[in-house]
């Protein structure tokens, strides 16, 4: 090979390399907006506010409440404090139920933060954030007892308020697992009044209520999972900046022990 002929492949080859670090820049300067679009809009504009608008279902409680004219609640601490890990304030919307991912559709939130259940159905309009709360049903004992889960549970006295979805998981553990099972009251407050006073052996009921009842008063313990109902927060289809910023603050904050201290404050 002649030596004009190397010099031409070696021109070659850098003109290739110079080519791919071009195209390189050109997509990083692309994805910060570089083409007069940021990639994630929903989030640039957040930032561009200095504010998160958070949809939230105002009175269902634990999770948002309104006392004296202020927003309170599970979802409200913890949307504020993922807002000031983004560099952002909080602001609430509130929103009916039914409304949740209108808010997010219409533009008039950049997040729902209501006890939202994981529904993967509306992920053409929706990213959701990973889980930060189960809300499933759980089997409560008596802290000093001897069951550890529902294997050990033929032969026992098993709780439920009738009608709930605890009554109706019962009812089908029952037949599989030789319990008797009393599903004779109307709240799960009353069955778990009866595990105290020893008169049940266990309790089926929600993860929300089961906590409150552990935290509140002493004796009882939460174990074991029996079902998962995860909920989850969720952002407008094109804001997966937005969805991969909370996530990374929700695993932060519950590496720092965040959600322990807010189960404590808000399930008793």
């Given at each position: 090979?002649?030596?004009?002929?190397?010099?031409?492949?070696?021109?070659?080859?850098?003109?290739?390399a110079w080519a791919i670090l071009l195209l390189y820049a050109l997509?990083?300067?692309?994805?910060?907006?570089?083409?007069?679009?940021?990639?994630?809009?929903?989030?640039?504009?957040?930032?561009?506010?200095?504010?998160?608008?958070?949809?939230?279902?105002?009175?269902?409680?634990?999770?948002?409440?309104?006392?004296?004219?202020?927003?309170?609640?599970?979802?409200?601490?913890?949307?504020?404090?993922?807002?000031?890990?983004?560099?952002?304030?909080?602001?609430?919307?509130?929103?009916?139920?039914?409304?949740?991912?209108?808010?997010?559709?219409?533009?008039?939130?950049?997040?729902?933060?209501?006890?939202?259940?994981?529904?993967?159905?509306?992920?053409?309009?929706?990213?959701?954030?990973?889980?930060?709360?189960?809300?499933?049903?759980?089997?409560?004992?008596?802290?000093?007892?001897?069951?550890?889960?529902?294997?050990?549970?033929?032969?026992?006295?098993?709780?439920?308020?009738?009608?709930?979805?605890?009554?109706?998981?019962?009812?089908?553990?029952?037949?599989?697992?030789?319990?008797?099972?009393?599903?004779?009251?109307?709240?799960?407050?009353?069955?778990?009044?009866?595990?105290?006073?020893?008169?049940?052996?266990?309790?089926?009921?929600?993860?929300?209520?089961?906590?409150?009842?552990?935290?509140?008063?002493?004796?009882?313990?939460?174990?074991?999972?029996?079902?998962?109902?995860?909920?989850?927060?969720?952002?407008?289809?094109?804001?997966?900046?937005?969805?991969?910023?909370?996530?990374?603050?929700?695993?932060?904050?519950?590496?720092?022990?965040?959600?322990?201290?807010?189960?404590?404050?808000?399930?008793?």
């Amino acid at each position: 090979m002649s030596p004009s002929q190397n010099t031409v492949r070696r021109r070659l080859a850098d003109g290739a390399a110079w080519a791919i670090l071009l195209l390189y820049a050109l997509i990083a300067w692309g994805a910060e907006g570089g083409f007069g679009a940021p990639l994630d809009p929903v989030l640039a504009a957040a930032r561009a506010r200095g504010t998160l608008r958070v949809a939230v279902d105002v009175g269902f409680r634990p999770f948002a409440d309104m006392r004296e004219g202020v927003l309170v609640g599970y979802d409200i601490e913890l949307a504020s404090a993922l807002a000031a890990r983004l560099g952002l304030t909080a602001e609430f919307v509130p929103t009916g139920y039914d409304a949740l991912y209108d808010a997010l559709t219409s533009g008039r939130a950049d997040v729902v933060a209501a006890a939202l259940p994981y529904a993967p159905e509306q992920g053409y309009r929706a990213r959701f954030t990973s889980v930060y709360f189960d809300a499933g049903q759980v089997l409560v004992v008596a802290a000093d007892g001897p069951i550890g889960g529902p294997t050990h549970l033929a032969g026992r006295q098993v709780g439920a308020a009738l009608g709930s979805d605890a009554d109706a998981l019962a009812r089908r553990m029952a037949e599989r697992g030789s319990f008797a099972l009393r599903s004779n009251y109307d709240e799960p407050a009353e069955a778990l009044a009866d595990l105290r006073a020893g008169r049940l052996d266990a309790v089926i009921t929600d993860a929300v209520t089961a906590l409150g009842a552990v935290q509140g008063a002493p004796g009882l313990r939460i174990a074991a999972p029996l079902t998962s109902e995860p909920l989850v927060m969720a952002v407008p289809r094109p804001a997966f900046q937005l969805e991969a910023e909370l996530n990374r603050a929700l695993a932060d904050l519950r590496s720092e022990g965040f959600f322990e201290e807010l189960n404590r404050r808000w399930f008793r």
